[in-house]
Structure formats: structure tokens, C-alpha cells
């Protein structure tokens, strides 16, 4: 588009930008954000579930994160857990603002829970590292299958 007709058309876009700024569904159709990749939309919609289980259920980070990279990403199983905790750190700080506004923490067990989880999570990570990725992907099955039947029955 040149300068001449993005004058007059309106556009307050000159020179080389005037042809950028233009959205390929019409000459008149200014685009004002570009569009999202479909990797970034399966990103966000994850996130999104993650965050709203965390906050209904107290989970979100190896129940929803971790599968959903792995079957709509193909993420390895350890990258997946490990981006998985990444995340969980700031969606755990604001589920517990959000559920401490309400009254619904405990922070002296939380602290009584910490230590022993710390020590859990770095024996977990060197654990993951040595068991094949298949049979680590078959124990999380089983525990998630095994939690649903407990949930239920």
C-alpha cells in the first residue's frame, strides 16, 4: 500500500510501515495484534486449565500441565515435569493469595509441610533421571488412575 492511498484511506501509517500495518483480510482491515501461533494458543489453554484446577482442587501442575505437554506438545516427560514445576511457582503464589484472602490457609502447615517436600522433590528429580522416561509415564498413570478410583469409590 502506498503512503498516497493509505492517506486516503484514513491511515495514519506512512512509508514502508503502511503495507505492514495492512491485514491480509482486506485492504481496509488494520490488524491490531498479530496473530498466535497455534503452539502459543495450546500454551495459554494449558495454563488456563492448570490455573483453575490449582485453584479449585489444589492441583494443576502434574496433573494438567504435564500430560497436556506432553500429548498436545510433545514434550519429553522430564522437560514436561520440569517446565511443569517452573510454572506451578508463581500459580501457587497467587492461588494462595487468592485462597488466604478467603481464609483458607493454613501457613503453620504449610511451613510444617515444606521441608520434608523440599527434601521429596530433590530425591523425586534424581529418581526421574535414572528410571526410563516409559516407566516414569507408567507410575504417573497409575497414580492419577489410582487417585481418580479413590476419589470415586
Do not use: Y
Not at 28 to 56: K, N, W
Not at 133 to 152: I, K, N, T
Request: hydrophobic share 55%.
Amino acid at each position: 500500500m502506498s503512503q498516497r492511498i493509505a492517506a486516503c484511506e484514513g491511515f495514519a501509517v506512512t512509508g514502508r510501515n503502511a503495507a505492514a500495518s495492512v491485514s491480509a483480510v482486506g485492504a481496509g482491515t488494520v490488524r491490531s495484534m498479530p496473530a498466535m501461533s497455534p503452539r502459543l494458543l495450546r500454551l495459554a489453554a494449558i495454563g488456563t486449565l492448570a490455573g483453575t484446577f490449582s485453584a479449585l482442587f489444589g492441583v494443576g501442575g502434574g496433573t494438567i500441565i504435564v500430560p497436556l505437554l506432553i500429548l498436545w506438545l510433545g514434550h519429553q516427560e522430564r522437560e514436561a515435569t520440569g517446565t511443569s514445576l517452573a510454572a506451578i511457582v508463581l500459580i501457587a503464589l497467587f492461588g494462595v493469595a487468592g485462597h488466604g484472602a478467603f481464609g483458607n490457609v493454613d501457613v503453620a502447615k504449610g511451613l510444617l509441610i515444606t521441608p520434608p517436600a523440599v527434601v521429596g522433590v530433590i530425591a523425586g528429580t534424581a529418581l526421574q533421571q535414572r528410571v526410563p522416561e516409559r516407566a516414569v509415564s507408567a507410575m504417573f498413570a497409575l497414580l492419577l488412575v489410582a487417585s481418580a478410583a479413590v476419589l470415586v469409590f
